[in-house]
Each structure stands twice: as structure tokens, then as C-alpha cells.
């Protein structure tokens, strides 16, 4: 008789989810009072806890004696806003906030089934009474994944579109018409990837008191890249891990967030040396793909270090500081900060089903 074996990541990423001290019923289905908003920040009211630790981080991994290492667990933000989600979305949200009336809140955004951000900014809006419209790559009607049964829970309005309209998603035109069906919606692009992101970005780099010579994160859509590229001093680095194969297009992202950068380009000034620069031997076959030996390290993080990383984002960063180390990669007492990113919850079912 056939035995299910469910695949062990699947199931330490579950327990490593669900036990997190504040992902509780309270926080997935509760509203927080509105009484204090006048008083508290916005990140007070969502109960966000920042800054997030700076934690030194020493695996017993060859080559690691060789540097000091410190993980900035960003992951610990908010059980649901978490990782770069809260950095990515503050300043837009603060914004609206501010001057969107709260009877006329609505905001719109995109994302696939297993949407980071659909999930982060979905609960957001629920929190702050927002009406939120998430335009879903897709049909998960019939088998909606986790993501999407939290995001009916927090009442969010989900449409789901063929790949084809999806694929409309930064095109003026389909926009525009967008907007005209929904003219005081605020239209947030896929991943929250947009200039105001850079701005809480480089909100993460204030925080760390820690002097650092590299800052070690992934790359997707460029804009978290992008922000900490922007904050970094003079004898900084960033070092991208590209979690998706993407040669150049990754780059060309993240230097289209960079407008002093793009221009000097285009007038063929002399750019500074490089201060950043992404690594692309790390995606284990592309967005959402992985390998064994990438679920083995993922793995070995929560049993030796009691780090839980998915296999989308953080995983690949942690695989390739493992490997990186092992090569002599980096100056002997080099200074790093790998940022973890959050996006656990992704990882509740196969994020790559979603295609
Ligand atoms: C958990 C997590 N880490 C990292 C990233 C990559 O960030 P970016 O798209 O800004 O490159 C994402 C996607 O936004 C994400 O969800």
C-alpha cells in the first residue's frame, strides 16, 4: 500500500510558522481597537516590533571563523507583515493614511497564490479598516492555497485573472482603467516594488548599530536591493543573491530603482566603483525551484541554528553564504549582515505549483 510521506520541509516550515510565538488566532482574525490611532504610529497599531534584532550568527561552517557574521531578523517584524513586507510598504501606507479619508480606503494590489506581500498588505488593510482588492495571477477558486483563504478571512476582495490580463499588470493603459473603475484606490504594483519602498528600506540600515562591511540579501524584483544600495556609506557593500535566473534583467531592475545611478549611465559619466553587485549561481533552477541540498540546508538552519528560512528567498541567501564562505569568498575579519527576509508563510504549500 502506497505511504504519503510528506515532504519534511513542508512540515518544518508548518511547525516553524504556525508556533511562532504571535501568529495566533488573535492575530489572524482578530482587529486591534481604533481608539489610539492619533497617538500611536502606524507601526505601533499593527504591532510591529521594531527595530528587529541584530543577532550574531556562528555556524560551525568552514570558513566561517574567518569573518563575523550577524543575521538582521527582519523575519521577527510581525508574524504576518514580516521581513521586507513592512520596509517595502511603510511609507506608502503612512502616506495614504494620512491623506486618504478613511470612509474612501482602498487599495489594490497584485501578487501570485502564494503572495508574500498579497498576504502582508491584505492583513494591513483589515487592520486599518482599508478595503483591499488583491488581483490574483490564476485560478485558485476551487483550491485556494493558505495565502488565499487568510486573505478571505481578512475580508479582502480577491480577483482572479488569467496569466495573459496579469500580465497587463504594469501597463499604463490597463491602469488607468483600473483607476477609473476605482478612482480613490490606491494602486500598489506586484511586491510593493516601487520608488517609496526604497525609503523604508533604508530604514533597516539606521537600525543596525553594528559596524558592517557587507549586507548580504536576495534579489527579485530589485527594490529591496535597491534600498539598501541607497543607504549604504562609502565603505559599504551589498551583495545580492539572485533567486531567480535572471543575468543582467536583475540588475537592470535594481538600478532602474537607483535614478542618480540610471542617469549617470545613460550620460556615460564614470560610476563609482561598484558597491554592489549580484551573485546568480544561487536560484537551484529558478523562482520557487529547489533542490536537496538546498531543503537540506534549510533543514540543517532550524535543527543547528533554530533559524527557520523557506526555500524562495532566505534559504537561498543562507545556501549561499555557506558555500561562499567555504570558497574564501570574503576578506579574512569581513564583517557581514545577512538580512533575513521573512516569507515563511509562503512555504505552507508548494510555492511552486504556482506557474
Ligand atoms: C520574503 C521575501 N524576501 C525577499 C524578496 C525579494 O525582494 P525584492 O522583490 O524587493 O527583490 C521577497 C519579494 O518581495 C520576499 O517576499
Not at 504594483?189 to 519602498?197: F, I, K, T, V, W
Request: hydrophobic share 40%.
Amino acid at each position: 500500500m502506497p505511504v504519503y510521506t510528506p515532504d519534511p520541509l513542508l512540515v518544518i516550515t508548518a511547525i516553524a510558522f504556525c508556533s511562532f510565538p504571535l501568529y495566533s488566532a488573535a492575530y489572524k482574525n482578530v482587529r486591534q481597537p481604533h481608539s489610539s490611532m492619533s497617538t500611536h504610529t502606524l507601526s505601533t497599531r499593527l504591532g510591529l516590533s521594531l527595530p528587529s534584532p541584530l543577532t550574531p550568527f556562528r555556524p560551525d561552517w568552514q570558513g566561517a571563523n574567518t569573518v563575523s557574521m550577524w543575521i538582521k531578523r527582519d523575519d521577527l517584524i510581525h508574524p504576518v507583515v514580516s521581513g521586507n513586507k513592512w520596509r517595502k510598504l511603510s511609507e506608502q501606507l503612512q502616506r495614504y493614511m494620512q491623506h486618504q479619508s478613511s470612509t474612501q480606503r482602498h487599495i489594490i494590489s497584485f501578487g501570485g497564490g502564494f503572495s508574500n506581500h498579497l498576504h502582508a498588505l491584505g492583513w494591513c488593510c483589515w487592520q486599518l479598516d482599508i478595503r483591499f482588492t488583491a488581483i490574483v495571477r490564476g485560478n485558485y477558486h476551487a483550491t485556494p492555497t493558505p495565502m488565499l483563504k487568510d486573505l478571505a478571512q481578512w475580508r479582502a476582495n480577491i480577483q482572479y485573472v488569467t496569466k495573459a490580463e496579469y500580465s497587463r499588470r504594469h501597463d499604463q493603459d490597463y491602469l488607468n482603467a483600473l483607476q477609473n473603475k476605482a478612482p480613490d484606490a490606491l494602486i500598489i504594483p506586484e511586491g510593493g516594488s516601487q520608488a517609496s519602498a526604497l525609503t523604508g528600506v533604508r530604514q533597516l540600515l539606521t537600525e543596525i548599530q553594528q559596524p558592517f562591511d557587507t549586507i548580504i540579501a536576495p534579489v527579485a524584483s530589485g527594490a529591496t536591493m535597491a534600498g539598501i544600495i541607497s543607504g549604504l556609506t562609502a565603505n559599504q557593500s551589498a551583495l545580492g543573491i539572485a533567486v531567480l535566473n535572471g543575468v543582467g534583467y536583475l540588475e537592470n531592475l535594481v538600478a532602474q530603482f537607483l535614478p542618480d545611478f540610471s542617469k549617470r549611465h545613460q550620460q556615460n559619466e564614470t560610476l563609482p566603483a561598484q558597491q554592489w553587485q549580484i551573485l546568480h549561481q544561487f536560484h537551484h533552477g529558478g523562482y520557487a525551484k529547489r533542490t536537496p541540498a538546498l531543503i537540506a540546508l534549510c533543514e540543517e538552519s532550524l535543527q543547528a541554528h533554530q533559524l527557520a528560512v523557506e526555500p524562495v528567498y532566505s534559504g537561498k541567501v543562507f545556501y549561499a553564504v555557506k558555500q561562499l564562505l567555504g570558497e574564501g569568498y570574503f576578506a579574512p575579519g569581513e564583517n557581514i549582515v545577512i538580512l533575513h527576509t521573512g516569507g515563511l508563510q509562503g512555504n505552507r504549500s508548494d510555492p511552486a505549483s504556482d506557474e
